[in-house]
Each structure stands twice: as C-alpha cells, then as structure tokens.
C-alpha cells in the first residue's frame, strides 16, 4: 500500500483530536424468542444471546439530546480530520457541477390534450413540472418544487415524487416529504380553477386516480410497513375514506397503481418471495377488489390490464418456469392462466434458462416486457391481436455490446405502436428513443446532454473474473480514461457493488465517476452474486441469498484480488450503498488488506440486531430475504458474516469513511454510528474511522440536487486523497 502524507491527520493535529467515544453500555439481545412456527421458525433451546455494546446510541425519535451531541461531534471530527481539503471539494464541486446541463428539459411525452414534461433552471435546487397543449400553445406551470420546499421548515430537503395528473387533465396530485423520513403527504391542486388544496397526511406516498373525483392511496403501519389501501372522494375529510384492503400479513407490503388502460386499479401484496394481486374494475364503477392469484409461496407474478380483450397479461414463475414465462387470462377467470400464443398456439415468449422476464406492460397493440438475456437489460416486444399475439416476440436490439436499456415516459395506452425506451452505457449518456414496434426502427428523441464531456476520451471493458467456488464467472465493468492508462501497468482503481434482492449494477452513465477516471481512477463495477445481472434465478434465488448469501461478498473480494493479480489494478478502494454497506463491510472484515480505502453509504452492517426486532423498519419482510436470525437455521451463518459482529481486533483495516442521515427508515443512523463505535474500538488504526452524519436527511442524501453534488464532492475528495491524489 503506497502511502501520502495527504491521506490523514499530522501528528500534531492528531494529538489534539480524537475520535468521539461513546460509552460502551453492555445490552444482552436474545435471539429464538419471535414467535413464528408456521414459517417453519425452528425453536432456539435454549434461545441465543449476543452483547451489543452500543445498543444505547439507538433512539427512534431521533431526539434524545445525548445521542445528537455525539453525532455532531462526529460531524466535528470528520469536518476537522478532513479540513485540509475544503478548497478542493469547492473544486471539485465546481467540476461535478460543470457536466450537468443545469437549464434542461426532459422528452414531453403525450397524455390526453398535453404533452408534459419537466424542466431544471440553473440556480434552482429542485424541479418544475410543465405542460403545453398537443396542438401548440404556450408552456404552463403546474408544479413548482420549489415553490413547495419554501413550505417546508427545512428547503433544502424537498422530495416531491409520484407526480400524477387526474385522467382528465383538471388536477394534479403529487406526494412530499421534508424529513427523508419517506412518509409522504399527497396533495391535490387545481389546474383549471382556483380552488384550494387538499391535503392527505402520511401515506407510502403516490396515488391511483378512479376518476377526476376519486383516487386510492396507501398507509403505513407502526413498522413502516405500507399496509392499508385507502379510496378517498375529493372534497371529504380524509378522516371519512374507505377502507379498501388491509394485509394483515407483516412478510408482505401493499403498494396500488392504475393501469396504463385507465380500466383498473391494481392493489398488490409482496414479499420477497410471493405475489398476490387483486383488482379493481373501474369501467363497474369500482367495487371490492378481485383476487387474481391466490398467494402460494414462491409464485411472483406481475400483470398488465388490456381492456379491449377484457385479459391480463401476466409474467410468472409459477410450474417450475423459473425465470418467468408470458401468459393471458382472462378477467372473468383471473386464476386461470395460458402461455400467450399465437393463432396457431406457439407460445410466443416461453419460459428460457438463459433470460429472465420482468413485469409487462400491455398497450392496446402490443405487450412490452422488460427482462435479462446475455447478462444485460433487454426488451421483447409482441403484437396483439385481440386477446392472441400477432407475431412472435421481438427482441428489441441495440447497437452496443454493453448497454443499459428501461422503458421510458408511456402514458397512453393507445399509442400508435411506438414504445418510448431509454439506452445508454458507461461511456454513453442516456437517449430517448421512440422504438416503432411493427418496423422495429429508433426514432432518438433526446440524448442526454453533458456539458464537457468528450466520449471518445474513454473506455470501457466487460471481463470475467472465476469464482472461488469454481460454478460461474463474475463479470466485472471497468471504465478508464485512455491517455490516464499506460499499457502493461495497473491503475488505481475504486470497485463498486451492491448484490442484493436481485437488483442489478448495470453499466449506466454517470457524469459524476468522471471527477475519479479524470484523475487516473480505473472504476469498476462488480456484478457480484446476489444482484440478477445474469438471471435473476440463478444469480440471486439459487446463488445468492438466504444460505447462499456468503457468494456476495466472497464474489468481491475475489474480483479485487483478480484485477490485482492481472494487473489491472494496483491500489484499491471499494464503495457500497445500503446493502452494498453490508457487502464492503464484509469486504473489509474478509480482506481489509486488499484495500486502501472503503466508502459506506448509509450501510446495512448491524445485521443481527436489526433483524431479530421487528419493530424496526423492513424487518419482517428481510427474513425472505437473508434469513430470520431467530431461527436456528439461520442464526449462525448469518452471525458468521453480520459486518459489526465480525471485525477483526489489531488489525490494520482500510480508510473508512461512513456515511449517513439521521432521519433514514431503510439503515437507521444507528448502524454506522455504531460501527464507527466497535472498528475504533477493535482495528488498529481507530483514528483513519470517520462518520458523516446527514441530520437532515435520509436514505437517498440530500433532495436539493446541488446540496446533493457538494455532498458527493466530500466522498470524493476524501477518496481522492487517500490516492494522494487531491489536487
């Protein structure tokens, strides 16, 4: 390891500051006391306990004066471990912001009589929502986020989100949050009268509009847990709506939406490992929900109303197919389900061991489905005829060989057989394409702009790197500067990864990775196991989770130490968001030589403790995820790889810095506070810990987009440095 007299404190400045110490108060947690026998929770005799000595710095109000003064002595000790490059995060703040077009548009898409979009003005923390008539005519604001951060007591953390306007143009609803908390009020504004606002307090956020006059919403239990569908009629009080749907069931969550055919409203319940979708027919004016799918454990399904043939088009995993097959049914006979096929009964979108299908959106001509084949996002496309498939499923190609591609803005469900599609790649800014389904040509709407960015100064490579267990290659993404690269010698190189719930690191563009590559960074992804990127059966059901979860984490610390013995890497730091914490920090704890230096984002390292108390935030529903820590089954292997469980005393572990926000319900900000507390506590360089402590924000950072850069511009400028490379 290469070391600068940049990368710390002097000794002088050491001697005068030291690290907060919070006291160490011994907690006994018990494990196998959570009642659960009916999901096979085998009995603990007698039950587990493990000591938690910083179980005091836990306080859900997120109030208690004693534990604020010690997080902002964090604050202080990082601001002063890390003083010395306040004139280059200005300068690199600068630099991030000099490759965002600050006054941008996005696409107008079509809905009814407008065409929306939305716009960003330089100088602007947040965004303005727009529309113009679809025959000409001047552009209309109707949404200024802005305008609402100034009603809020903190401005500088506004999430406006789930904006929707009522099916005839008349009204818009949109949800807000000021804490980073994500508990959202929705509020429903007039656009053509002036009557007042009306506001429905603590929801999941997002509505599902009946009509002009109706719309569905969402609640969230003690546990944060989105639990409750609600119908509320506009002009009552919000003490006097419906109760619509309650699950009972803590494994699952409910989330409800309209479909693109303005027929019905979906609600849907979901764990981690089973489906169940009910619906509501608005075309009979509404009325109790109608089960499609019983739930049975392991069927998922996702499905899309086509009203013209009175069918759903389904994606599932149900029979043994796997990774999913395309099936119809109709809505008089919901559970009944066949593969959908042709006029001659071909299925046109079977099930297949090398892709995997995601949710479909049907369209009145066609259905689009997004999915996985050859390790990348893809999209197939079929034409309908009626309730049959016209043609078999067209998979929609792209020009590069390494690509991200989703569906963009499609509003109406009659949209003359062109599907709106985003495409981009590491090197590549994000385009907006209009795909015609039956000459299967690209019309490019927009491509993103990046003010100072130069594509042919980069580039990219896709390797694989042999797995410890000998089954499967990782891919790993790498992307360089050209003339920062001398062949035959390695770079320094920050590897990235995340590998949970299936969630894929595809290779997208990010303008901010550039402030790195510009200074010689080698950056690479790791598409470690546990994510989906090469079948979401395989890579995560099979491979990487409950019992297999270990292959995550050893995934990456073998993708280090390849890109190191193969010369591509010479130093190197890791980074990792949320369960991408949970994966450094078991990175660090397996191979903390490997690495100079580890960046954690709010990071999911308490594993134990969080998961034996269902009282906090996602709880329940993680047990399908890594396992009920309360089960003997599970209890050991998943002690065997908590991050805060498994540092390793005296020894010399990377540069870490934490980061968090004090109101975050996904990793609450005790996690880090108390891995700072035990890595300082047990490592043998307690001082190189440091924790960033957001106090008005939470999981996602700062809302405001350019308090959002200068946060960003910290990260790197401390990386930088550790890479004495802060110029």
Partial sequence: MVMHESRGLSTASAERLKPPVAARVPKAVKFGVVAGEDRGVEPMDP???????????????????????????????????????????????????????????????????????????????????????????????????????????????????EVEVSPDGSQVAFAVDGTGYETYDVVVRQLTNDGADETIAKTLGGIAWASEKEFYYVTEDAAH???????????????????????????????????????????????????????????????????????????RYDAASHAPSNSLILTSNVDGFRNRALFKASKDAPGTWALLSDGAGAAVLPHDESRSLGAPRAFKDFVAVRGREDGFTQIWTVPLDGAVAAAPATRVKFDADAFTASLGANAEFDNGGVLR????????????????????????????????????????????????????????????????????????????????????????????????????????????????????????????????????????????????????ASEMSCEGRSAGGLLVGNAVNLAPDAFCACVAGVPFVDLMVTMCDPSIPLTTEEWEEWGNPNNAKYFQYMLEYSPIDNVAPGVTYPKMLLVSGLNDPRVAYWEPAKWAQVLRHDVANPDDVLLKMDMAAGHFSAADRYRYLRELAFDYAWLLDVFGKAE
């Fill in 225 to 299: 847990r989105p639990y409750r569908v609600w119908k509320h009629v506009l002009g009552t009080p919000q003490a006097d709506d419906a109760l619509v749907f309650e699950e009972p069931d803590e494994m699952f969550n409910v989330g409800c939406w309209r479909d693109a055919d303005g027929s019905t409203i979906f609600i849907e319940s979901e764990s981690k490992e089973t489906t169940e979708l009910r619906f509501i027919s608005l075309e009979d004016g509404g009325g109790a929900p109608t089960v499609v799918r019983p739930r049975e454990f392991g069927v």
């Fill in 421 to 568: 599609v985003r495409y981009g790649s590491v090197t590549t800014p994000s385009s907006t394409l209009d795909y015609d389904v039956a000459s299967t040509a690209f019309t490019t709407v927009k491509v993103q702009p990046v003010p100072n960015y130069d594509e042919a100064l980069y580039a990219t490579e896709r390797v694989e790197v042999p797995s410890r267990d000998g089954t499967t290659k990782i891919p790993v993404t790498l992307l360089w500067r050209k003339d920062k690269r001398v062949a035959g010698e390695p770079m320094p190189t920050h590897l990235y990864g995340y590998g949970s719930y299936g969630i894929c690191m595809d290779p997208s563009f990010s303008s901010s990775r550039f402030a790195l590559v510009d200074r010689g960074i080698c950056y690479a992804i790791a598409h470690v196991r546990g994510g989906g990127e090469m079948g979401h059966n395989l890579w995560y059901e099979q491979q990487g989770k409950y019992l297999a979860k270990k292959n995550t984490f050893f995934d990456f610390v073998d993708v280090a130490a390849h890109l190191k013995a193969t010369g591509v």
């Fill in 47 to 161: 039950p587990a306990t493990l000591v938690d000595n910083y179980f005091w710095l836990r306080d859900d109000s997120r109030t208690d004066e004693t534990i604020l003064a010690h997080l902002r002595a964090e604050n202080a000790f990082t601001e002063a471990a890390t003083g010395h490059l306040a004139a280059f995060r200005a300068k690199l703040y600068d630099e991030l912001l000099s490759r965002v077009q600050e006054d941008d548009d996005t696409p107008p898409y079509k809905l009814g009589d407008w065409l929306y979009f939305s716009r960003t003005v330089k100088g602007l923390s947040y965004r303005q929502y727009l529309r113009r008539p679809v025959g000409g005519g001047p552009d209309e604001l109707y949404l200024d986020v802005n305008e609402v951060a100034k009603t809020l007591p903190n401005p500088k953390q506004c999430d406006v989100h």
